[in-house]
């Protein structure tokens, strides 16, 4: 009887295929009744919500008109760990790192334009975004601006030669509060664009985006000595005037055209406020004997707007 069982079994297996066994293409339709879920999802858990990076340089090989000296632009974090860098977190003020992966659901579509959509969506219990402390950097060639390289949770590193620091961002680096329960999404689409941008903001609000008001940006002067540093010291906080809504992302786009980079907006953005605050040019409590009676240099206060708003903003990036 067994023999019976595997010879039906072998007969089977090698009967000619006939159009009533050919296999069949599935869409979208179809496989989400078989799998529950249409196209691709994939997740990704940041360990500890944290984006964590050396240098990121962006290189000029052959210099400016007329010249051919190489040159980067390097943004470099204070401090090289696991813990640096750029952070997530879930709540407003506090350390708790958000337990939500990042979200990407891809999926194409056929015909005479055929493209590749992805949904990105940050976190959904992500509430604040924090870029730790870091500068920039403006360096000869095309090297590291180290010595040697950084080791993740080593020393700091030892700046080379060549190297020149142009922006120090201080101790709280930069903060972006995202309004509670509206997660960032992205849409992309490569090919055909059927949305009309190569990538679309679908949701998303901020609070504010601020900077530490104890430790400021500075812009550092080539005129800085070592007992005194030059530099252009300021606060920055940009603040949403509508706190129940923020100012919502849904809207702003960007785009690879033949005008290089293009990012913008449709319509007016909502109203935000903006101070830059205790503004210092120079050293701040130098003074000149003899001149204005030996008067400290300090701060000349704050400048802002309140309830501004842009309309159909657009920014074009480019090489020459």
Same mark, same amino acid.
């Given at each position: ?5 595997? $010879? ?27 799998? #529950? $879920?249409? #196209?691709? !999802?994939?997740?990704?858990?940041? @360990?500890?919500? !944290? ?6 340089? &962006? %290189? ?18 204070? !401090? ?20 939500? @992966? ?19 969506? &940050? ?7 924090? %870029?730790? @402390? ?42 972006? &509060? ?11 689409? &490569? ?24 430790? @400021? %940006? ?50 007016? !953005? ?14 701040? #409590?130098?003074?000149?004997? #003899? ?30």
């Amino acid at each position: 009887m067994m023999n019976k069982y595997v $010879q039906s079994i072998l007969l089977i297996a090698f009967l000619p295929i006939s159009n009533s066994w050919a296999l069949q293409a599935l869409d979208d339709a179809d496989l989400a009744q078989q799998t #529950g $879920q249409d #196209g691709v !999802t994939i997740d990704i858990k940041l @360990p500890n919500s !944290t984006i964590t990076f050396s240098e990121a340089a &962006l %290189i000029d090989t052959d210099g400016m008109t007329g010249a051919s000296n190489s040159a980067s632009l390097v943004i470099a974090p204070k !401090t090289y760990n696991s813990t640096q860098g750029i952070r997530l977190f879930s709540d407003a003020t506090g350390t708790s790192i958000t337990a939500q @992966p990042i979200s990407i659901k891809l999926d194409t579509d056929g015909g005479a334009n055929p493209l590749l959509n992805a949904e990105i969506a &940050l976190p959904t219990d992500m509430r604040r975004l924090k %870029i730790n @402390p870091f500068s920039v950097y403006l360096a000869t060639g095309e090297t590291s601006i180290y010595n040697s390289p950084r080791v993740l949770g080593g020393a700091a590193g030892t700046l080379r030669a060549g190297v020149t620091e142009l922006i120090r961002f201080g101790t709280d680096g930069i903060e972006v &509060l995202f309004k509670e329960n509206d997660p960032v999404k992205i849409n992309l689409q &490569l090919g055909a664009e059927s949305q009309g941008h190569m990538f679309v903001f679908t949701g998303g609000s901020i609070s504010h985006i601020k900077t530490s008001s104890t430790d @400021p %940006i500075q812009i550092i002067s080539n005129n800085s000595t070592a007992t005194g540093e030059s530099s252009l010291k300021l606060n920055l906080n940009l603040t949403a005037s509508n706190a129940a809504t923020g100012i919502r992302l849904a809207g702003f786009y960007g785009d690879i055209n033949d005008q290089g980079l293009t990012f913008g907006k449709v319509g007016a !953005t909502d109203k935000f406020d903006l101070v830059i605050g205790n503004i210092v040019a120079g050293a701040e #409590g130098a003074q000149a004997a #003899g001149t204005f009676s030996g008067l400290k240099n300090g701060s000349m206060g704050n400048i802002g707007v309140v309830g501004a708003s842009v309309t159909n903003l657009k920014v074009n990036v480019k090489g020459l």
